[in-house]
T-cell receptor
């Protein structure tokens, strides 16, 4: 496997369920991100991790809980979500400091989440 | 605060025609600018990036973009559209802290034969 891999690709969950999204990067990067992509909205940055430390939390509701156990893995734990949380959740990674200004981010294919 | 504005949510061209996707930025510091492409059911792929080395940046798949400070623009062009170019295109700028990218709303490019 190469690049950034996200699982599952699709997820349907009820509002009372608990689920987790997984992201794994095989690029040797040390920064990882979660973005939310909703229809007709810009990509929204949710969380940034650098060297496994959370460096940015973009006012995300507590029903989304990230976890970064090591520089290769990133999780997004979900609980008691709302229908408006349905979106494509994208994971990305980059080398050096998060984005480092001129360092591009590499994206996974995303998890399409539907909350019913 | 850094931001980008993509003019036109949808652009349609004929195969072989010029592609022009517009992006204007707002930045309180010298910006780092990026163009990404997203194909259906896929993540985002980097097309090109501007890092102040040269104002005309060449990317993959024949795309290029020109940084114009006086116009605060970073428009994406391709001389001749191909059917495979149909996708959504995102312009992005590094945030001021350099911790992440801020994206525009995207422009959907349609290519007709």
């Amino acid at each position: 496997e190469t690049g950034v891999t996200q699982t599952p690709r699709h997820l349907v969950m009820g509002m009372t369920n608990k689920k987790s999204l997984k992201c794994e990067q095989h690029l040797g990067h040390n920064a990882m991100y979660w973005y939310k992509q909703s229809a007709k909205k810009p990509l929204e940055l949710m969380f940034v991790y650098s060297l496994e430390e959370r460096v940015e939390n973009n006012s995300v509701p507590s029903r989304f809980s990230p976890e970064c156990p090591n520089s290769s893995h990133l999780f997004l734990h979900l609980h008691t979500l709302q229908p408006e949380d349905s979106a494509l959740y994208l994971c990305a990674s980059s080398q050096d400091r998060p984005t480092g200004g001129n360092t591009e981010a590499f994206f996974g294919q995303g998890t399409r989440l539907t909350v019913v | 605060a850094q931001s980008v504005t993509q003019l036109g949510s949808h652009v349609s061209v004929s195969e072989g025609a010029l592609v022009l996707l517009r992006c204007n930025y707002s930045s309180s510091v010298p910006p780092y600018l990026f163009w990404y492409v997203q194909y259906p059911n896929q993540g985002l792929q980097l097309l090109l990036k501007y890092t102040s080395a040269a104002t005309l940046v060449k990317g993959i798949n024949g795309f290029e973009a020109e940084f114009k400070k006086s116009e605060t623009s970073f428009h994406l062009t391709k001389p001749s559209a191909h059917m495979s170019d149909a996708a959504e295109y995102f312009c992005a700028v590094s945030n001021q802290a350099g911790t992440a990218l801020i994206f525009g709303k995207g422009t959907t490019l349609s290519v007709s034969s």
